[in-house]
């Protein structure tokens, strides 16, 4: 997303609504963020998706757990490996406000382009890197490695036994290899909700990226009459790049 400012607006005959947070239109429009959500869960947001800045986005889904308890779910797109160390340091510092700042009573969805491959080394990094992960570990990987080791995360990408093409979702423009650097995120406690995270690789999509699809059980609040029961529906989350 590398629209200026921040906004929204609602695709027409398209059922979503679109949420965004870029730079002023002054700068070089290299970094931006977002969220594309279905129009009938718009309905039900407390309130509407906050912007912290150009590389990161939250926004709460009420659980039908209790009404103190959310879905946090946090958009990312972190600096690429030729970006400034200031400037990769500066978003993680800011993750790591937005993390600390969630209750642990939360289900907290952190999903994003992190221009970070991590490897496949699960024993070095048990519980963070699952035993189906690709490639080599860079720079970049190692920061969001650490950033997952400290607050109990794991990287759902690397948790199912899926052919490459389904993991991998980035090709390098030079050397035409496909790398993982997109990411769906969770704690490592709740890793049992995610049924499925995998790259669509037929997907119609108009960037270099490849559609990332995680299907994970969250029991969202639903708008019914006080005598229907209450059901826990599997909900799919599309993390497009």
């Known amino acids: 997303m590398r629209l200026p400012g921040t906004g929204q607006l609602i695709e027409s005959g398209g059922g979503y609504?679109?949420?965004?947070?870029?730079?002023?239109?002054?700068?070089?429009?290299?970094?931006?963020?977002?969220?594309?959500?279905?129009?009938?869960?718009v309905g039900k947001l407390d309130s509407i998706p906050e912007d912290v800045n150009?590389?990161?986005?939250?926004?709460?889904?009420q659980l039908q757990l209790s009404k103190k308890t959310f879905a946090t779910i946090i958009s990312a797109y972190a600096p690429t490996m030729t970006n400034p160390e200031e400037t990769k340091d500066k978003l993680?510092?800011?993750?790591?406000?937005?993390?600390?700042?969630?209750?642990?009573?939360?289900?907290?969805?952190?999903?994003?382009?992190f221009n970070a491959r991590v490897g496949k080394d699960h024993q070095a990094w048990s519980g963070i890197i699952g035993h189906h992960g690709i490639g080599k570990c860079n720079s970049n990987g190692l920061l969001l490695l650490r950033t997952c080791a400290t607050n109990?995360?794991?990287?759902?990408?690397?948790m199912f036994r899926l052919p490459t093409r389904n993991k991998t979702?980035?090709?390098h423009p030079r050397s035409k290899h496909w790398h993982m650097?997109?990411?769906?995120?969770?704690?490592?406690?709740?890793?049992?909700?995610?049924?499925?995270?995998?790259?669509?690789?037929s997907a119609d999509c108009w960037k270099d990226h490849r559609l990332i699809v995680s299907k994970i059980r969250l029991q969202i609040k639903p708008k019914?009459?006080?005598?229907?029961?209450?059901?826990?529906?599997?909900?799919?989350l599309f993390l497009a790049l």
């Open 92 to 113: 993680y510092e800011d993750l790591k406000a937005i993390l600390s700042s969630v209750p642990q009573t939360d289900k907290l969805l952190l999903l994003g382009d």
């Open 169 to 171: 979702t980035w090709r």
């Open 17 to 41: 609504t679109f949420f965004w947070s870029g730079r002023s239109n002054e700068e070089r429009h290299e970094a931006g963020v977002g969220f594309a959500i279905k129009n009938h869960l």
């Open 224 to 236: 019914r009459r006080p005598q229907d029961r209450t059901t826990s529906l599997p909900y799919k």
């Open 54 to 61: 150009n590389r990161l986005m939250t926004l709460k889904l």
């Open 152 to 158: 109990g995360l794991t990287l759902t990408n690397t």
């Open 181 to 201: 650097i997109d990411y769906l995120i969770i704690r490592a406690k709740d890793k049992q909700d995610v049924l499925v995270t995998k790259a669509l690789c």
